[in-house]
Structure formats: C-alpha cells, structure tokens
C-alpha cells in the first residue's frame, strides 16, 4: 500500500523563539523544590475583589515581594568575561502569554517590572491587555517576531551576549524570575526550564480544600534547595497576609517610593505590563 507523504512546515516566529530560549534552558543545571500551599483563605476575596486578579497576579505579586525582602532571588549567574553574579534591585518577571498567531498558538513573552510595587487592580489590567491588545501593538511581541527572522547563528550569539555580558540588561530583557501554571487545564508542570535563576509554577486549586502544589525551579548555581524551601515557605505566607489584606481591603496597597515605579507601556489609556495568562480563562492562567 502506498504511504502517503506528510507536509513540511516553516517555523513560524514564536516556535523560533521558543527553540532558542529552550537551547540556553538546556544550559542551566536547574533543580525544582515543591510545597503544598493552602490558599482557602483567599479563594473567596478573590472572588469577590473588584477586579477578580487571576490566580497568577496573587503568585506573581507575592513571589516578588519576597523577593524584595531576599537579595539572592534577585541574582543571577554570569558567565562572561569571568563567572559572577549579579543582584538586580528588584524583581522584574518574565511572563509567558499564550496567543494565536497567523492562525496557530505561539507564546510571547512580556517582562513585568517590579510587580511588587504593583497593586493587584494593575496586575489585572495588565493582564488584559496583555491578552487581548493586537500583537503588532505590545513593544515585547513586536520586537521578539522582529528578532526570530534573524539567521540562527546571530540569533544564539546575541541571546548568548544578553544573558552572559551585562547582569543589568539580562534583567532588563530576560526578567529575574518567570511564572507559568497549567493549572486551569487541570495539569501541572514537572519541571519547566529557562535561562532564568528560578521560575515559579502551581498546578490546578483544589476546589475543596484550597489546596494547591507549588513549585520552585532554580539555578543551582545561584542558589541552594534548603533556601529556597524557606523562600516558599514566606510565598505562602505572603499570600496569606499582605496579599489577602489587599483582596479584602481594595485599594489599601500604598507604594513605598522605594522601588522606582516600573516602566509601562500605554495603550488606549491601559498602562501595560506583563502576565502569563489563558486567554481563554482568568481561573487559572497556563504558559
């Protein structure tokens, strides 16, 4: 019987993208930590909070809080011109966002900056817009399409450059931390890769008992297993704290002043920053 023949494909911009962030992953001899977090408390404040924050804007803005509080989860490694680190002066996350691009899914990525000096109102506005402002529109998008029609070989000598030369510039580029959930599609992430010192990630919420598995991916390089077990331990008391103070008392959260306000891009009067989101559900937010 004759065996039909299948199609070849061109690797559209976002599957390029991806391709090259997973071979500097590949690099990095990460290790995961993982807590069960109870989050009970703060399924119903969310529910009836004005703005509804996802799931991710309550994790996102309580790991980088703690953050704020730990100097070495705002660290990175270097390897050039001599192995260093660097210690960012904020949390700056790296935010994947799922979106259909000419006609299939890709990933983008948006770099939401200090989201610790971020009310949850901004976190969710962000979000929105995020995922649904035209990708042609969000600065990060528009310039990771642009850079993926390089030559391979420019495209791994500069994310090489980026993430190896200038600890100040990877922050600003890369993020010092990254977020994703699979949680809304009832599935939970083993052990997500990046270039990045750690990357937090949850899986579904119980619906019963709050109950939820979240885990801490990080650079071993950087960091030790029994400190970021501590560090999980402050995420959830973060979130149960401050963070649900936020949710039963909206508009209470003030800035400090000690963190420069981050930079936003505006957009049809939204200040934009960044956020892993589900378009298609603000439960849970997968990316």
Known sequence: MHEPKGRTLPLAGPRRFIGDLVHFAHRIPTAPVSRTFDVSRLAESRRLHPSRPAWACLFMRAYAMVGADHPPLRRSFLEFPWPRLYEHPWMNCALAIERVYQGEDGVFVGIFRAPEQQSLEQLQAAVSWYKNETLERVGFYRMALRFSRAPAPIRRMLWWAALNFSGYKRHKRFGTFGLTSYGSLGAEQIHPISPLTTTLT?????????????KLIYDHRVLDGAYVARRLKDVED????????????PGSFKVSGAIPRPHVEPANGVAAAGAIVDPRSREQSPG
């Open 202 to 214: 949850f899986g579904p919420i119980d619906p019963t008992t709050g109950r939820v598995v979240v």
């Open 238 to 249: 973060t979130l149960n704290g401050p963070i649900l103070a936020e949710l039963r008392n």
